[in-house]
């Protein structure tokens, strides 16, 4: 088959390694058909927060989406791989073809890793992690969270589950939520071929057990699990048998069999001579020939000598059933055997007996795969990027543009992909290192002539613009975090001195997570590009979802700087932002990247407040733990943007205050002379309590007469690392919000 999941991940097997509705963060939807974060965690309002991404785009609002909408949900593939195969290196393809372009070209080049060994195409914001480090299992949750994504869907594809690295991340996203922040809920993407194993071992592992239930994504009231439930269980109750028995169009052929126990599935051995494109429909009746009808299924795109299953919407009581085959498309058949070896059933051809016996398999609900049958919302993966569904109750992964529809058993939309490029060369399945596959860049057919262009997004732009068109319950979005692929020296029949599959260089790769960039990688310089990815799905999943509007302000209030806050109690509204995101890192990178140890974390930001009356601005800010003293290291900066310009200032920020303190019970605030250059202004009062701070701000100092309706954007930044470099706030200290997010407060 032609499907790059089926084809990389037989190639991958070889090599012994795996491949890797509208809810709101804290919001219930109103809706039984998805999981959404338990009411228990406070909601963030992560819709309502504001930003320009590094390209000057920015995010929507309310006033250019419009409301929330019901029943849209978001998943974004995400990968649990990372050092759970070989860790040589790391080998960072970026950085060894800007060192020498030639490389390419010689397999033998001693930069490169050893042959199947993983590569990554560039560094991660938060370098060469592994997948079971808990600090960016906590940062990731955060991201994604603040996002507006509701499920991360885990990579299992190639057979292997990694128990080890989802129960890390099961347990960092429990103390997420334990410390009062929200995070997405997870899901499985199983085999495309044979899901089996993989769904017994995760059933057995993480669900029977009820591990962290709380964090399941459920779909139409079940936990929700990528895998083709026609290819799990079934028990030959005949035999296989040596007769193909091609059906004929007009025609039907059936067996009778008997059921001992309750059953919730039945099916039968299906040849179709090495062909695609076969079909037929399956139909299961009491008794026999006639008898009533209890489940019916279309079948498309058959593969040869599948077990073809069809489930039960309920088990069926005991007894006696006939199972039809019909309405035959292309060259199909059934296993038969032409003797009768099953006394308690018989063929049919047309309604009448004949001799022999068909194979038939069943699914019994005592069993423990009935179990599991019984247990989860199945939806069958199609592995390709290029065929669409074959039937109902299916879903995509990653496809080409324009985007099959993958409609429910209603007919409805149900999903839609959105990649950000894809490993495909004119029309076929493809490694991402040929120089025509569907990159970043591409769009309208082809890719831009104009090779700057791959920090704006243009292939992922027009996936999510065909997805909003049709408007789906579900969009799977790939992905977050794969960073890695095998060296190999042929794909698919293309044969070169250096091959990657999935993943190659910055416009040949398709991870939203932010990088790290640099010069030795060839990436340009600044930081506006790195993360651009990341809030381009914010703005996408904000025209898909819906905003909600701004927090309306409560009435004008003078607060006196006294270090008394109860004067606070009444002022709404309160901005809040993560709780225990300043935990340390220590936990070994990948290979010789060394031990990642971060200690900056400090005060631990979880909410702020504004006041203002004629005169004067009024800010407060509480935090987890009492706040450090004032002599610390830019310490509780908070900077002000008031002209609304992204393009002045520092990030689009006029303003800050806490970048100096002058003592104990006076700060300086700064205006900005361009980036991150200040000209001191004037001395404020401020008090800290425990773990409160209030200042005040003239408005006149800050050009924020009381003349207009006051709007204004607002960050708290504490124990920043890299003067000047928003991308700082990603992983030092704490932000809130967190990275270019921040809090807009409006009459």
């Given at each position: 088959?032609?499907?790059?999941?089926?084809?990389?991940?037989?190639?991958?097997?070889?090599?012994?390694?795996?491949?890797?509705?509208?809810?709101?963060?804290?919001?219930?939807?109103?809706?039984?058909?998805?999981?959404?974060?338990?009411?228990?965690?406070?909601?963030?309002?992560?819709?309502?927060?504001?930003?320009?991404?590094?390209?000057?785009?920015?995010?929507?609002?309310?006033?250019?989406?419009?409301?929330?909408?019901?029943?849209?949900?978001?998943?974004?593939?995400?990968?649990?791989?990372?050092?759970?195969?070989?860790?040589?290196?790391?080998?960072?393809?970026?950085?060894?073809?800007?060192?020498?372009?030639?490389?390419?070209?010689?397999?033998?080049?001693?930069?490169?890793?050893?042959?199947?060994?993983?590569?990554?195409?560039?560094?991660?914001?938060?370098?060469?992690?592994?997948?079971?480090?808990?600090?960016?299992?906590?940062?990731?949750?955060?991201?994604?969270?603040?996002?507006?994504?509701?499920?991360?869907?885990?990579?299992?594809?190639?057979?292997?589950?990694?128990?080890?690295?989802?129960?890390?991340?099961?347990?960092?996203?429990?103390?997420?939520?334990?410390?009062?922040?929200?995070?997405?809920?997870?899901?499985?993407?199983t085999p495309f071929g044979n899901p089996q194993q993989v769904v017994m071992d995760l059933y057995t592992?993480?669900?029977?057990?009820?591990?962290?239930?709380?964090?399941?994504?459920?779909?139409?009231?079940?936990?929700?699990?990528?895998?083709?439930?026609?290819?799990?269980?079934?028990?030959?109750?005949?035999?296989?048998?040596?007769?193909?028995?091609?059906?004929?169009?007009?025609?039907?052929?059936?067996?009778?069999?008997?059921?001992?126990?309750?059953?919730?599935?039945?099916?039968?051995?299906?040849?179709?001579?090495?062909?695609?494109?076969?079909?037929?429909?399956?139909?299961?009746?009491?008794?026999?020939?006639?008898?009533?009808?209890?489940?019916?299924?279309?079948?498309?795109?058959?593969?040869?000598?599948?077990?073809?299953?069809?489930?039960?919407?309920?088990?069926?009581?005991?007894?006696?059933?006939?199972?039809?085959?019909?309405?035959?498309?292309?060259?199909?058949?059934?296993?038969?055997?032409?003797?009768?070896?099953?006394?308690?059933?018989?063929?049919?051809?047309?309604?009448?007996?004949?001799?022999?016996?068909?194979?038939?398999?069943?699914?019994?609900?005592s069993g423990p795969v009935g179990e599991v049958l019984d247990f989860f919302t199945f939806r069958a993966?199609?592995?390709?990027?290029?065929?669409?569904?074959?039937?109902?109750?299916?879903?995509?992964?990653?496809?080409?543009?324009?985007?099959?529809?993958?409609?429910?058993?209603?007919?409805?939309?149900?999903?839609?992909?959105?990649?950000?490029?894809?490993?495909?060369?004119?029309?076929?399945?493809?490694?991402?290192?040929?120089?025509?596959?569907?990159?970043?860049?591409?769009?309208?057919?082809?890719?831009?002539?104009?090779?700057?262009?791959?920090?704006?997004?243009?292939?992922?732009?027009?996936?999510?613009?065909?997805?909003?068109?049709?408007?789906?319950?579900?969009?799977?979005?790939?992905?977050?975090?794969?960073?890695?692929?095998?060296?190999?020296?042929?794909?698919?029949?293309?044969?070169?001195?250096?091959?990657?599959?999935?993943?190659?260089?910055?416009?040949?790769?398709?991870?939203?997570?932010?990088?790290?960039?640099?010069?030795?990688?060839?990436?340009?310089?600044?930081?506006?590009?790195?993360?651009?990815?990341?809030?381009?799905?914010?703005?996408?999943?904000?025209?898909?979802?819906?905003?909600?509007?701004?927090?309306?302000?409560?009435?004008?209030?003078?607060?006196?700087?006294?270090?008394?806050?109860?004067?606070?109690?009444?002022?709404?509204?309160?901005?809040?932002?993560?709780?225990?995101?300043?935990?340390?890192?220590?936990?070994?990178?990948?290979?010789?990247?060394?031990?990642?140890?971060?200690?900056?974390?400090?005060?631990?930001?979880?909410?702020?407040?504004?006041?203002?009356?004629?005169?004067?601005?009024?800010?407060?800010?509480?935090?987890?733990?009492?706040?450090?003293?004032?002599?610390?290291?830019?310490?509780?900066?908070?900077?002000?943007?008031?002209?609304?310009?992204?393009?002045?200032?520092?990030?689009?920020?006029?303003?800050?205050?806490?970048?100096?303190?002058?003592?104990?019970?006076?700060?300086?605030?700064?205006?900005?002379?361009?980036?991150?250059?200040w000209k001191r202004l004037a001395d404020i009062p401020y008090e800290v309590k425990g773990c409160e701070?209030?200042?005040?701000?003239?408005?006149?100092?800050?050009?924020?007469?009381?003349?207009?309706?006051?709007?204004?954007?607002?960050?708290?930044?504490?124990?920043?690392?890299?003067?000047?470099?928003?991308?700082?706030?990603?992983?030092?200290?704490?932000?809130?919000?967190?990275?270019?997010?921040?809090?807009?407060?409006?009459?």
């Open positions: 088959m032609s499907e790059r999941g089926v084809r990389r991940r037989d190639v991958l097997r070889g090599a012994a390694v795996g491949a890797a509705g509208a809810t709101f963060p804290g919001v219930l939807s109103g809706t039984a058909r998805a999981a959404a974060v338990p009411a228990a965690v406070p909601d963030l309002m992560s819709d309502t927060w504001v930003a320009t991404d590094g390209l000057g785009r920015r995010l929507p609002t309310h006033d250019d989406v419009g409301g929330p909408r019901q029943n849209r949900y978001v998943g974004v593939f995400y990968f649990l791989w990372l050092g759970q195969h070989s860790t040589s290196g790391p080998h960072d393809i970026s950085k060894i073809l800007t060192a020498d372009p030639a490389a390419l070209e010689n397999g033998d080049d001693p930069a490169w890793g050893p042959m199947g060994d993983f590569h990554h195409w560039a560094e991660p914001c938060f370098g060469y992690y592994l997948s079971d480090d808990t600090w960016v299992i906590r940062k990731h949750a955060t991201m994604l969270a603040d996002a507006g994504v509701d499920t991360v869907i885990f990579d299992v594809t190639n057979g292997f589950t990694y128990a080890p690295v989802y129960h890390a991340l099961l347990d960092t996203f429990a103390a997420v939520r334990a410390a009062g922040s929200a995070t997405p809920q997870v899901a499985f993407l592992d993480l669900y029977r057990p009820g591990t962290h239930e709380d964090l399941w994504f459920r779909w139409k009231d079940k936990p929700l699990i990528l895998a083709d439930p026609t290819r799990i269980g079934g028990t030959l109750l005949t035999k296989d048998g040596t007769d193909p028995a091609g059906l004929a169009p007009g025609h039907t052929q059936g067996q009778t069999f008997k059921a001992t126990e309750p059953v919730l599935a039945v099916g039968g051995r299906i040849p179709t001579w090495n062909t695609t494109d076969a079909a037929m429909t399956l139909t299961l009746y009491a008794d026999g020939p006639g008898g009533t009808r209890l489940a019916q299924r279309r079948f498309e795109a058959v593969a040869d000598n599948a077990k073809v299953m069809l489930r039960l919407d309920s088990a069926a009581p005991a007894g006696t059933y006939y199972l039809e085959q019909s309405d035959p498309s292309g060259s199909v058949g059934w296993w038969t055997d032409p003797a009768d070896v099953y006394p308690d059933g018989r063929a049919y051809t047309d309604g009448a007996p004949v001799t022999g016996d068909r194979s038939v398999y069943v699914e019994y609900a993966p199609q592995p390709s990027y290029f065929a669409g569904p074959t039937g109902s109750d299916e879903w995509g992964w990653l496809e080409v543009s324009p985007q099959h529809v993958f409609r429910d058993d209603t007919g409805a939309a149900e999903q839609m992909t959105v990649g950000v490029a894809q490993n495909a060369v004119d029309g076929r399945l493809g490694a991402m290192s040929e120089p025509h596959a569907q990159g970043r860049s591409y769009h309208d057919g082809r890719l831009p002539a104009d090779d700057s262009r791959t920090a704006e997004g243009l292939n992922f732009q027009e996936q999510w613009d065909r997805a909003l068109a049709v408007d789906p319950e579900f969009v799977f979005v790939t992905g977050w975090n794969e960073w890695v692929a095998q060296r190999f020296e042929s794909f698919n029949g293309v044969e070169a001195p250096v091959v990657f599959v999935d993943e190659f260089d910055w416009e040949h790769s398709r991870d939203i997570e932010p990088l790290r960039g640099g010069s030795e990688g060839g990436f340009p310089g600044g930081n506006a590009y790195q993360d651009a990815y990341y809030y381009q799905l914010v703005a996408n999943i904000r025209k898909y979802k819906g905003v909600r509007p701004l927090p309306r302000p409560s009435a004008p209030r003078t607060i006196r700087i006294d270090g008394d806050f109860t004067d606070w109690r009444e002022v709404g509204p309160e901005f809040r932002d993560h709780a225990g995101d300043t935990a340390h890192r220590d936990h070994p990178g990948w290979g010789d990247a060394g031990r990642y140890v971060d200690t900056t974390g400090r005060n631990d930001v979880v909410a702020a407040k504004v006041a203002r009356d004629k005169h004067h601005l009024y800010f407060y800010v509480r935090t987890r733990q009492p706040i450090t003293p004032w002599t610390d290291h830019n310490w509780m900066m908070l900077f002000l943007d008031v002209t609304g310009d992204p393009g002045s200032g520092w990030e689009g920020f006029d303003f800050v205050v806490n970048r100096r303190v002058t003592n104990a019970r006076r700060t300086c605030l700064e205006a900005s002379l361009g980036g991150w250059s701070l209030e200042l005040a701000i003239p408005r006149s100092l800050v050009g924020a007469g009381s003349g207009h309706p006051l709007r204004i954007d607002f960050k708290w930044i504490d124990n920043m690392q890299r003067d000047g470099d928003i991308l700082d706030t990603l992983a030092s200290g704490d932000a809130a919000p967190g990275g270019r997010f921040r809090y807009r407060y409006a009459e």
